[in-house]
């Protein structure tokens, strides 16, 4: 049974960071690639962070340069790290991978960013 569980999420003010982490289970986690996704109220969920089985990460404009994306295989674990946070950022962030053609998705994590 796949489970992806995020962490990390929280109150921060304009400016701050957090390291949000999802931990994965049921899967070879080396061997997928893991994707952060983001849904603000009232707006869609949308693409922000994806990391490759090799490494290889893409990012969304509205986050590219101030957000990273990592995994520790050995932890089976992976993690986007968000600094220079704004207001626009407030989100419940989730934690995404595919398995045999089938999405599977963590509960999700909020980060609201206060003025």
């Known amino acids: 049974q796949v489970q992806l569980v995020e962490s990390g999420g929280g109150l921060v003010q304009v400016g701050g960071s957090l390291r949000l982490s999802c931990a994965a289970s049921g899967i070879i986690f080396s061997d997928h690639v893991m994707d952060w996704y983001r849904q603000a109220p009232g707006k869609q969920r949308e693409l922000i962070a994806r990391?490759?089985?090799?490494?290889?990460?893409t990012y969304a404009d509205s986050v590219k340069g101030r957000f990273t994306i990592s995994r520790d295989n050995a932890k089976n674990t992976e993690y986007l790290q968000m600094n220079g946070l704004k207001p626009e950022d407030t989100a419940v962030y989730y934690c995404?991978?595919?398995?045999?053609?089938?999405?599977?998705w963590g509960k999700g994590t909020l980060v609201t960013v206060s003025s």
């Open positions: 990391i490759t089985s090799g490494g290889g990460t």
């Open positions: 995404h991978t595919t398995y045999y053609g089938i999405g599977y």
